[in-house]
């Protein structure tokens, strides 16, 4: 190339087309001549628009200013202004310009940021009808992508089946890796494990990804033991496997509760060189918190130390939430202290767990001394940590100094959600304040906050609990008129609210309609409680066996609860009054029977409790279900190696 013509380029790139609205072309004069021997202190003449439309000076396969225009595509395209890039490529199109498949997959990109994945597809199409550019693969791999990542994933397998038919483009390891997550995203993982077979056919080779996509996929339909033999193949066939392969494994054993081969595989990790990152402990701490052994997660914790791997937020947030979960708040808030010992900082997630767990657990002066302590070290709260606030607040019997902080709350600009309105309603509920449980209610609608079935679950059992039956009945058909979906709660408290009115058969009309819904509707415990205790009311004692009997054909276990009724029926009703040690003796039994061994350890601890000792034969088909064989064997054989040393 020329100097000149570099001159020109330069300054073309300046050009007022630039600056212009797309399609809109200044009147400037042609580029004036001008001498190589012009003083050095005057710039160039600028260059004129009219060199956008000339079509005789070519460079190379370039027409002059086709660079300028692949500039421009570039930056309409990164500030998603669709409307111009379609105006620039007419505008191309119309001047016969060069088109490069580069041009299209920066739109295409484009898109896919501004989730247009459709209009991807439609200009794809174009390409080589309209603009006279060959699509190839790297053009088909990127639309494909975009739909993928949009998350359609039949419409993508859609798209890879037609273009590799009609425009014969020869798929490559990345296309591949994409059907292959596609497939699996859509539960179609026979058919992913087709295509992974089949990639050697095209003379492609899988690499980690292919494999760890197709792990994940396996690992998702339970079929883990065929995710973990592709490890072994994949070693086979000489790709070596880097730390998400293992990641996506050990993330699947320690879902299903599998941490010894977990733990293998971590080992087997660290033989093959891959180092174990913060995924995988972050992974391992979840798995052994999910198993309640926390003690293990702690001492993990410090072994990811040790080996200079540094726990994040996730790390801390799993270990916390796990005490939580186990009712060890106390403890979950020593391992925040641990955090920030470590030059770390809780974050608004981990200060909620712990506020809620420690109002769940009783422990109303730590929380707020907690909720103190985080303001202090400048961590804002957040929707989630009022939330948390407002709902241990009103636990605790305070839900006027619970409003208060809803109020604040508004006025740092986080807006209340459903969660945090259901607890202040159940609050006032609680109190006996049904006018305030009911402001909050409408408060909710004004604020556009969505009322869901938790909240339309709480109102009804509200209103039941305080008398207020018509009120109830009128909240539930507005349920059912706008299509909310009954949920258990609101289904147990209109059969309360009818028991309370001595509407027992209206109650028992709605447990059947409760019987003939899908598995989530199904009665729990409180529900048959509540029946049980309304046939005792009533000195029913032929109708509460019956309800007993359904409640143990539907796998409904009784509790602590459930015992008192029949032990109070028992007593009041029976002439003369029985102690019920026969009853719940002959309920363990029938529970025992049944492999329920949890349900009768429950009745047991009540027989003990009420000194209502099982008969020896009870107790020793309790012992036999409770007591694995292999266990017992292990026992005796530990025992007696003790006694030979």
Known sequence: MSCHAKVLLKHSLRSPLLHLHLGVVSQTPTLPSYSSSSSSNQPPPPVSAEIFKSGSHKWGSYKLGDLSFYSLIEKLAASSDFASLEELLQQMKRERRVFIEKNFIVIFKAYGKAHFPEKAVNLFHRMEAEFHCKQTVKSFNSVLNVIIQEGHFHRALEFYSHVCKSLNIQPNGLTFNLVIKALCKVGLVDQAVEVFRGIHLRNCAPDSYTYSTLMDGLCKEGRIDEAVSLLDEMQIEGTFPNPFVFNVLISALCKKGDLVRAAKLVDNMSLKGCVPNEVTYNTLVDGLCRKGKLNKAVSLLNQMVANKCVPNDVTFGTLVHGFVKQGRASDGASVLISLEERGHRGNEYIYSSLISGLFKEGKFEHAMQLWKEMMEKGC???????????????REGKADEAREYLIEMKNKGHLPNSFTYSSLMRGFFEAGDCHKAILVWKEMKNNSCNH??????????????NGKLMEAMMVWKQMLSRGIKLDVVAYSSMIHGFCNAQLVDQGMK??????????????????????????????????????????????????????????????????????????????????????????????????????LLPEASTWAIVVQQLCKPRNIRKAISECWSRLCC
């Open 380 to 394: 804002e709260p957040n929707t989630v940590v009022y939330s948390a606030l407002i709902d241990g607040l009103c």
């Open 452 to 465: 869901n079935e938790v909240c339309y679950s709480i109102l009804i059992n509200g209103l039941c609990k």
């Open 510 to 611: 709605l447990f059947n309609q409760m019987l003939c819904q899908e598995a989530e509707l199904q009665p729990d415990v409180a529900t048959y409680n509540i029946l049980l205790n309304a046939f005792y009311q009533q000195n029913n004692i032929s109708r509460a066996m019956d309800v007993l009997n359904i409640m143990l054909d539907q796998g409904c276990d009784p509790d602590f609860i459930t015992c008192d009724i029949f032990l109070k029926t028992l007593r009041d009703n029976m002439n003369p009054p029985q102690d019920g040690r026969e009853f719940l003796d002959e309920l363990v039994v029938r529970l025992v029977k049944r492999q329920r061994t949890i349900g009768a350890s429950k009745i047991i601890e009540v027989m003990l409790d009420r000194c």
